[in-house]
Each structure stands twice: as structure tokens, then as C-alpha cells.
């Protein structure tokens, strides 16, 4: 919906059903190679790195150079306590570099990804991912896999308001409902945090998602700038939004999921750190 001319499809509901019926349910994953494989290592990094910033970042604040964690229940070498309680504009820092870092993994993954789902009716331009890349490094080199590279970084920038919501709403079932379960509250606030994340992210994912998937041989597009104002003279503000509802609908459980799980093994590793020290 978000790449495809407007007035192909009339809603959600009506894309996926002409999808089903012009091409078979098979055709609802198109693109799912890329980010199998992609994704993997992305989360992984967006996750991984997330913690480090956080760690960096909360020992600058405190200077503090000593403690391992991040959340205050830490201990030195010595066996010491250590606070080391990241603020808010920290976790928004943290959030955001780690957006940015993961870019680098996550541009050519989305990249085949999109150019893979835009093949619709019609003869196929690519047989698959392998030769998607063979096609876009022979029309624009290596350096072709990371077109739009720019609305990917600025798209995944919003990691920052992810992450720093994310905190939020924690902090605030903390206080007001301080009998939740961590794993309940983990779930929810990932939920609700993504959903912070998308409402303001998206316009730059179509805008990302567009550029990505312009023609090798003739592009409409010189930069990400003159494809943002193309899909504004569409419709203004709205056509940026063009997708968003199946974007939110699965941006809750997914994301929940995720930091749900994420959380509670690294409560998990964490403890079995505490535990090894301590012998």
C-alpha cells in the first residue's frame, strides 16, 4: 500500500484480499527470506548495542566507570552496590544510537525485502533474493544494496522515542501498579512503545520503502527528499500514511513479544552473572 500508485487498493482489506486472489496466499510472503536471514542479525545488534549505550551512557552520567549493569542492581568486583539508574533523555540517546547502528545490517535486508513484495502481477523481475542482489549490484555496484540508506537512518532513528516510552510507561506501571508481574509489564510497555514508535516513524518508512523500490533502469527519484515531496503532492500528509493501520495492528504483538522475551533472559543471564561472582 505504501509503494503502490494511489487508488490501487481501497483499504487494508481490500489489498489483501485482490493479493490472495491475483496471486495465491503464497504471495502474502513474499520478501520473508531476506528478513529471516536479515533480522536475525539486526535485532540481534539493535538489541545488543541498546544495552551498551545504555551502560556507556549511565556510567558517564554517574561516573561511574565500574559497574556492569544498567538498572542499579549491578555489583562491582568488590561487591558493591552500584546505581547506575540511566535517565530518561539517556535512554532516548541509547535508543537512538542503537537505531542508527543497526542500519548498516538493516538497509539491505529491507532493501531486497521491498523490491521482493513490489513484484506483483505480471512478469517477475527477480526469482529471488540471490538474484534481486545480483540485479541491483550489476545496475548500481555494492554500494547499490544500501539505496536509501538516508530515510533508513532517519526511520530508525525513532528507536530513540521507542526506547525512552518503552522506560516511561514502565515507570509508570512501577508506581501506579506495583503489584504487575515484570514479565506482564515488559509485554505491555514494549506494545504500547511501539505503537509511540510507529505513529511517528511511519511517514519515514514510506517514504524509505518508496525510494527503495524505484526502478534501476528508470528512476523517478534523484533523492529521498524529492520522493518525500512526490508522495506529499499525492495527497499531503496523509499519503505517508497510506498502510498504517496493518502497520500498528502488527506492531503491538510482535514488539511485545520481543522485549518481553529480551527482558526476561537477560533477567535470566543477569542472575546467573550474580550467582557466578558470588562463588
Known sequence: MQCSPPGTYAGPLACLM???????????YK?????????????SMLM??????????????????SGWRDDGKGKSKEGESKSL??????????????????????CPTEHLKARLQM???????????????????AAKGWLGLYHGFTGTLLFRSWMGVMFLSYEVILRGFSKY?????????????????????????????????????DSLTKPRYTTWRSCARAIYAEGGPKAFYRGFVPGILRAFPTNASALFVWEGVM?????????EKND
Open 85 to 106: 539508574q540511566l535517565s530518561l533523555p539517556g535512554h532516548f540517546l541509547a535508543g537512538l544510537l542503537a537505531g542508527q547502528t543497526v542500519c548498516f545490517v538493516a
Open 177 to 213: 501498579a506495583p503489584d504487575m508481574q515484570q514479565g506482564t509489564a515488559n509485554f505491555l510497555a514494549g506494545g504500547l512503545a511501539s505503537n509511540f514508535f510507529w505513529t511517528g516513524a511511519f511517514a519515514f518508512d514510506s517514504v524509505k520503502n518508496r525510494y527503495m523500490t
Open 48 to 65: 545488543g548495542s541498546l544495552h551498551q549505550y545504555r551502560l556507556i551512557i549511565a556510567r558517564a552520567e554517574t561516573g561511574d566507570w
Open 267 to 275: 533477567r535470566l543471564m543477569g542472575a546467573e552473572k550474580i550467582v
Open 119 to 137: 513484484q506483483t502481477t505480471g512478469p517477475k523481475l527477480y526469482t529471488g533474493p540471490i538474484d534481486c542482489a545480483r540485479q541491483v549490484v
Open 18 to 28: 485482490q493479493t490472495i486472489r491475483a496471486e495465491g496466499p503464497r504471495a502474502l
Open 31 to 43: 520478501g520473508a527470506t531476506p528478513p529471516l536471514i536479515g533480522w536475525t542479525i539486526s535485532d
